[in-house]
């Protein structure tokens, strides 16, 4: 899809920080420093939101902005918007951090060996899709299934935690995510 | 490892699951090498984070600890112009402050943020490490434009274009400094690339202090014929401390 099929994405979301973005792509580290100066704090928010803990999200804060450096080329601004873009590695760092404290060493390696790899690209693409219309189309989902979608989006919760938490089956937990995700979909694509 | 094939519904579900985070164990190591391995696969993933990503906005921001700026610093590597770079970014910091970080607040254009800061008096006297300077140059409509910064222990002038500036046979585009005095000089006239660095004369250098105003304006062919600025400014912004 071409970018000025939609503009209404574009303009109203931190468009300032595009040219920050391809300057730090240049190897600017003062546009390093303009970046982190006007957002850390929302970053910080969600790291130490999903981390709980003070040493860990600061850690992580860093290696978000070690990995901006770094693949701030890899952004594109018709696909996501920056602080979305940013956002999304400070929630996904954050949860790999968060998996590195609760995995077992054995399946921890395997996964990481992968994901040294697939470090390389970081995929988001945005669609007309905004807050009010993800809270709609949640608030149509039982509320079971909204309260773990969100649970697991924002504080990390996995599969197994997910069904402890709500005293289900693993098996029953993952068949109403599933069900859940078919459907946000669908309400969402509308 | 072979893994085997799986239907398009299977994939979609297991893009759905990587992107909210819920896997574990073997699911996540096949998912995580689908994800290394198969751009459409990347792409479902990408759609879905952009899906869930609207959820993010309800965090609320936190202030780090004021040692993370400094550690990220380190890691990058020793700076060219160390001196001054710490306090220069705490400053810069504590201006960028009060700006909130939530959509709505960055829809507030460049020229707003600019217009809305209270301007700093230079020092008296030069520090022996002239500060690096930073502008946003943008305008109204558009939002930022080019991003310049000057880094004058190194004589770099670096700009770097959101977008390349529009190719026009007929026209350049040229760089001016605009002091206190409000005379512009030329900087010289910019390529066409999305990202450029130039030197600047040691004169005209002394210009680019905090406050003056870099501009660019649309010339003929070669830059404006009588040292002045002759056609319409496309972006403009302060010089401000890094």
């Known amino acids: 899809m071409d970018s000025a099929d939609r503009p209404s994405r574009s303009a109203p979301q931190g468009r300032e920080l595009v040219p920050v973005l391809r300057a730090v792509a240049n190897g600017d580290r003062t546009a390093l420093s303009v ?41 594109d601004e018709h696909k996501a918007s920056p602080v979305t873009w940013l956002a999304v590695i400070a929630r996904n760092k954050a949860i790999d951090r968060l998996r590195l404290r609760r995995t077992g060493t054995e399946t921890l390696d395997a996964a990481q060996d992968v994901a040294d790899d ?73 | 490892m072979t893994l085997p094939p799986i239907s398009t519904d299977e994939r979609e579900q297991l893009a759905a699951e990587l992107a909210l985070g819920v896997l574990q164990g073997e699911d996540l190591v096949r998912a995580r090498s689908l994800y290394a391995a198969d751009t459409q696969f990347r792409s479902s993933v990408g759609e879905w984070l952009g899906r869930f990503a609207p959820l993010l906005e309800e965090v609320e921001p936190v202030e780090p600890g004021p040692q993370v700026w400094p550690s990220i610093e380190r890691r990058l590597g020793a700076p060219a112009a160390a001196n001054d770079n710490v306090q220069s970014i705490r400053r810069k910091l504590s201006l960028w402050r009060g700006i909130a970080v939530g959509a709505s607040a960055l829809a507030a254009s460049l020229a707003v943020v600019v217009l809305t800061r209270a301007p700093e008096v230079a020092p008296p ?91 660019v304006s649309v010339e003929p062919v070669g830059g404006s014929p009588t040292g002045l600025p002759t056609g319409p400014v496309i972006a403009s912004g302060k010089l401000e401390r890094a």
């Open chain 1, 35 to 75: 970046l982190y100066s006007r957002t850390s704090s929302k970053l910080y928010g969600i790291c130490s939101r999903l981390l709980d803990n003070q040493a860990e999200a600061e850690d992580v804060l860093q290696e978000v902005y070690m990995t901006v450096w770094g693949k701030a080329g890899s952004f």
């Open chain 1, 118 to 190: 697939s470090a390389s690209a970081i995929e988001l693409i945005e669609r007309d899709q905004d807050s009010r219309r993800l809270a709609n189309c949640l608030d149509e989902l039982e509320e079971r299934q909204q309260l773990c979608i969100r649970a697991a989006f924002l504080d990390g919760a996995s599969y197994p935690q997910l069904a402890e938490r709500q005293g289900v089956p693993l098996g029953t937990m993952k068949s109403w995510i599933r069900r859940g995700l078919l459907r946000l979909k669908g309400c969402l694509e509308q």
């Open chain 2, 125 to 215: 006297f030069a520090a022996q490490a002239p500060p690096s300077m930073v502008a946003m140059l943008g305008d109204e409509r558009t939002g930022g434009l080019l991003v310049a910064s000057w880094q004058p222990a190194q004589n770099s002038l670096r700009l770097s274009a959101a977008t390349p500036l529009p190719g026009d046979p007929a026209h350049s585009h040229e760089l001016w400094v605009i002091p206190a005095d409000g005379t512009p000089r030329s900087l010289g006239t910019l390529a066409t690339a999305a990202k450029m660095q130039m030197r600047v004369d040691r004169q005209l250098s002394r210009q680019l202090q905090e406050g003056a105003t870099l501009a």
